[in-house]
Nanobody, 118 residues
């Protein structure tokens, strides 16, 4: 089993910044991908950014490109999401996600609320 513990969510005004952290523990494969999803109530969860142990990143969500940056510290099994120039539409619950390779087993954090409002 893998446990994911998120921190760093909160309330921020438009244009502000937040940094999310997610620490993984347990049966973590040496090859894995960690990432962040977000979900607005009533909508599907969407992938914001991900990063492999080898440093390959992905930002499938066009709305955050250039504003959000994902990094990770493999020595601490921790992934970060730096969110700059936040907009009200970034308001969501952000979930940490980990997928172990090669089996493909997936794990989720409990979620952290990010609210962007004036």
């Amino acid at each position: 089993q893998v446990q994911l513990v998120e921190s760093g969510g909160g309330f921020v005004q438009p244009g502000g910044s937040l940094r999310l952290s997610c620490a993984a523990s347990g049966s973590i494969s040496s090859a894995n991908r960690m990432g962040w999803y977000r979900q607005v109530s009533g909508k599907q969860r969407e992938l914001v950014a991900s990063m492999s142990t080898g440093g390959i990143t992905g930002y499938p969500l066009a709305a955050v490109k250039g504003r959000f940056t994902i990094t990770r510290d493999n020595t601490k099994n921790t992934v970060y999401l730096q969110m700059n120039s936040l907009k009200p539409e970034d308001t969501a619950v952000y979930y940490c996600h980990l997928i172990n390779y090669p089996l493909g087993s997936e794990y989720w954090g409990q979620g952290t609320q990010v609210t962007v409002s004036s």
